[in-house]
């Protein structure tokens, strides 16, 4: 059965982060038909992937701080593309 919802985070690098897990857990435990994943998308990238959030089923998609460049406001690929 497909996933009737997507969300996520995405970073470079975002092997670490525990976003995935703890999310996930809450969606389960609240009974929301979704999935929460962890996507590494290269700076260069970043514009084609936000692009990609457009598919009906993408509810919301998180910047982590490495991604975003770690000025305030957002510096890095994110806040180039507005994300």
């Known amino acids: 059965m497909p996933i009737e919802t997507a969300l996520g985070i995405i970073g ?19 009974g929301i038909d979704a999935e929460y994943r962890a996507y590494e998308v290269q700076p260069e990238a970043v514009g084609n992937f936000v692009g990609s959030l457009r598919a009906p089923n993408v509810q919301g998609n998180q910047c982590n ?17 507005g994300f």
């Open 12 to 30: 470079n690098p975002i092997g670490h982060s525990i976003s995935p897990l703890f999310q996930q857990a809450a969606l389960d435990h609240l």
């Open 65 to 81: 701080r490495t991604a975003q460049g770690g000025g305030d406001p957002p510096s890095g690929c994110c806040g180039r593309v």
